[in-house]
Structures are given as C-alpha cells and as structure tokens.
C-alpha cells in the first residue's frame, strides 16, 4: 500500500501546503475584473463553451470590493469556517495575466499586503504571458510560494477547437516552457468528458506526467446556465459522465502522473444554483469519498503506472 498522508492515496495539495508550512493553508479566491481574449473578441466570440459570465469563478466576493478588501474577507471567513491559518492569494477569474505588466504589478502587490499571506496562485491561458510577465511574477517566488495556474483541459487539439479554446496544445507547451525557466510553480487544469474516450484522456495524463508538471487540477465537464453547453445539452448534443464513470477515470488518470505531481482538485464545488447537468457534481464529498475507496478496491495509488513505465523505460 502506498499512501500520501491522511490515508489518501493521491498526492493532494493541502496535505502539501501543511507539511511545507506547518498550519493549515487555504486559498482566496479574487476576482481582479480581468477579462479574457477569447471573450472580448480578441480571439473569437463566445468564449469556451463551458464557461460562464463568472470566468470559472464560484465564490461570492465582488469585484466591486477592492483586492485588499478580498483578502480581508477571505482571511476572515475561511478562518471561521475551516480554522485556516495561513492563506495564498488566488487570482481565479477569467486570464489573470491579461493586462499590461504595471497593472498587473499594483494587482498582485495589493494582495499579499497580510503578513498572513503565504502564497500567490494566477489562473491564466497559455496565450496571455510573455517573457516580461514571467519574469514579474517568477520576482515573487523568493519571498511566497507562487503558482502559475495554466487552462489546458486536453492536448488534443481536436478538442481545443470543439470547445473554442482559442489556442492549440503547442502554445501551452511554449508557455510551460518559458514558466518553467523562470522557476515558477505550473498546475495545469483538464477537463473530463470533452467527447474523449478512455485512451484519449490518458494520453493527456501520460503527456503531464512526461512533462513532470508541479500539480494537476481536474475538472469534470458540466452545464452552467447561460453557456453555450447548456444549450447543447439542452438540444441532445452531449451527454455527461456518470459520478461511477468520472471516479473510476479520475483514478486512472492519477494512476499515471508522477508521485510528486501535487492534485489541487479532483472535484468542483461550483454554485448549485447554476449548475444544470450533471448534478452529482453539487456533492463534493461524496465524490471524494468514491475516489478514496476505488484506489483502496484496486489497492493502487497515484503513480503507480508512471513507477511501471519508468522501470519499462
């Protein structure tokens, strides 16, 4: 048996974060009013199907409060609900690399004035950095512990372009790339259920783990209202994973990443109130729990096939 603390067999993030700082660690979520290039036209209409006028973001702040303000609520409420002590700002809504590097500087500054403050995490695509970005953010690497969150969801690029994603595997790899030579921590989000079958979504694991990415957050494909994947669920267009099916793929997919990959997410806690289909997803801990006793059942554990390949290799 092999296991990664807590009884888990998957390397997860938040057992990291307490062994590396000793406290309970969690993140903030803030929305900056950062837009994106595959929304305003700059790339094409629409946006990603899946993906609404929140920008895949699912907390209640405002952006009408100030990002110091979102810090301040944010310490305050997680230390109430989950007895946090420490915190990382998390740069969550829409691309937040959007904007010009002077603005970006004031943006982030303002979030890690608490000396509470550990860490900064920036969910971005791949096509909104640049060597001058980089290296701003790779300046806060000595002093936090700092992430680059990167959209991928697949490496096929069939499947890029179905979701309207705006760029193609190759620009991520470029921008993974250039992150990792700034010495920037990169997690890199997929999707589940994007018309792929079994084999196609290990090929995306076995890509990361080739890779050998810092942390992975996966996401299961879902309808929010107001997405253009509503709409096509609405029509009969796509058909969503069972909870047994998204378990049993999760552990496979984990099966094959490097043991030291971190797993920020495996699944979502998205608004209730805007989720259509599937709605198994609104209960977290259950698919948790389901994930937890099928690598038990296979008595497997993360890395198992990656620990098969190398020794193959």
């Avoid at 990167?150 to 790339?177: M, P, W």
């Avoid at 805007?274 to 690598?295: M, Q, S, T, V, Y």
């Amino acid at each position: 048996m092999c296991t990664y603390g807590d009884n888990k067999r998957y390397n997860q993030f938040s057992r990291l974060l307490k062994d590396k700082f000793g406290a309970k660690v969690y993140k903030i979520t803030l929305d900056a009013g950062f837009s994106c290039p595959n929304r305003d036209g700059t790339i094409s209409s629409g946006g990603c199907i899946f993906c609404d006028e929140g920008g895949s973001f699912s907390q209640a702040h405002s952006n009408l409060l100030s990002i110091e303000q979102q810090v301040q609520e944010g310490i305050k409420n997680l230390t109430t609900r989950f007895k946090a002590e420490k915190f990382m700002s998390y740069f969550q809504a829409y691309s937040n690399t959007y904007k010009p590097v002077k603005e970006l500087e004031k943006i982030y500054n303002s979030a890690l004035k608490d000396d509470k403050i550990i860490g900064l995490s920036i969910g971005t695509r791949p096509d909104c950095v640049d060597d001058e970005k980089l290296s701003l953010i790779a300046g806060y690497k000595d002093d936090y512990y700092t992430w680059v969150e990167y959209g991928l969801q697949s490496v096929h690029d069939k499947t890029l372009k179905k979701i309207n994603r705006g760029h193609d595997f190759d620009c991520f790899l470029r921008a993974y790339e250039k992150t990792k030579e700034k010495g920037i921590n990169v997690c890199v989000h997929v999707i589940f259920g994007l018309w792929e079958d079994h084999d196609e979504i290990m090929q995306t694991a076995q890509k990361l783990a080739q890779l050998q990415v810092d942390g992975v957050k996966i996401h299961m494909l879902c309808a929010l209202e107001n997405t253009r994947l509503a709409d096509m669920y609405r029509h009969g267009e796509i058909d969503f994973m069972s909870e047994d099916e998204y378990v049993s793929m999760v552990c496979d997919f984990l099966e094959y990443l490097p043991p030291n990959t971190s797993i920020h997410r495996l699944a979502g806690n998205g608004l209730k109130k805007n989720l259509i289909a599937p709605r198994w997803l609104g209960k977290k801990l259950d698919c948790l729990n389901k994930i937890d006793r099928e690598f038990i059942k296979r008595n497997s554990y993360q890395g198992i096939k990656y620990a098969q390949t190398s020794l193959q290799n």
